[in-house]
C-alpha cells in the first residue's frame, strides 16, 4: 500500500484511485498565440499529467465579451467541471479577467486569492501585489483564474488547484462537493 503523499495541510492517499476532472484551459492574451501559449500549454500539460480530463483548450484576447463568451460557451455545453485561465488577472488597463468572470459567479471563493498570494509570495515576493487571481462557481462548476506567468501557473496549479481537484486528497477537496454544487 502507497503511503499518503504529504501536501499543505492535507494528504493525498495514492491507494485510491483518482476521479478524472473534467478541465478547460484558457489563455487570456492579446499577444500569445498557440505556438507562443506557453503557459496554456504549461497548465495543459499538468492537467493531463494530474488524471484528468482536457476537455478544452482556447485562447482569447483580453476583452470582456471574448472572455465571458467562451467560459459560458463551455458551461453551457456541460462538459466542463472546471476551467482554469491564464492572463489578465493584472493591474494594467487591457487586464480584464476579473471583471469579466466575476459578474458571473453565483459563489466567490475568497480563500483561493489568499492561498495563491500566500505561494506566489514565496516565489516572487511582494510582486504577487500586482496579481488579482480569484476563483468562484458558476452554474457549478469551478473557474479558477491565474495570471499568465509560467511560474505563476506552475504555483497556482503545483501547490494549490492541483490538491483541491483531487478526490484522493484529505481531510476535504472540491471534486466530492461537486455532486452537491447545485443543490438549493
Request: hydrophobic share 40%.
Amino acid at each position: 500500500m502507497n503511503a499518503p503523499v504529504l501536501t499543505p495541510g492535507g494528504r493525498i492517499n495514492e491507494a485510491l484511485p483518482i476521479k478524472p476532472v473534467k478541465i478547460a484551459v484558457l489563455t487570456i492574451s492579446d499577444t500569445r498565440d498557440e505556438e507562443s501559449d506557453t503557459s496554456g500549454h504549461v497548465l495543459a500539460g499538468r492537467v493531463t499529467g494530474a488524471g484528468h480530463e482536457l476537455a478544452g483548450k482556447a485562447i482569447v484576447p483580453d476583452d470582456i465579451t471574448a472572455i465571458r463568451a467562451q467560459v459560458n460557451a463551455w458551461i453551457d455545453g456541460g462538459e466542463v467541471e472546471a476551467i482554469v485561465t491564464t492572463g489578465g488577472t493584472g493591474i494594467t488597463g487591457r487586464d480584464v479577467t476579473p471583471e469579466a468572470i466575476r459578474p458571473l459567479f453565483d459563489k466567490e471563493i475568497d480563500g483561493f486569492s489568499v492561498i495563491f498570494h500566500l505561494v506566489s509570495y514565496q516565489s516572487v515576493g511582494l510582486s504577487t501585489l500586482q496579481s488579482r487571481a480569484l476563483a468562484g462557481l458558476i452554474k457549478g462548476v469551478f473557474v479558477f483564474c491565474l495570471p499568465g506567468s509560467n511560474g505563476a501557473v506552475k504555483d497556482g496549479w503545483d501547490k494549490v488547484i492541483s490538491a483541491q481537484l483531487d478526490s484522493r486528497h484529505g481531510p476535504c477537496n472540491m471534486v466530492e462537493l461537486m455532486p452537491r454544487l447545485m443543490e438549493s
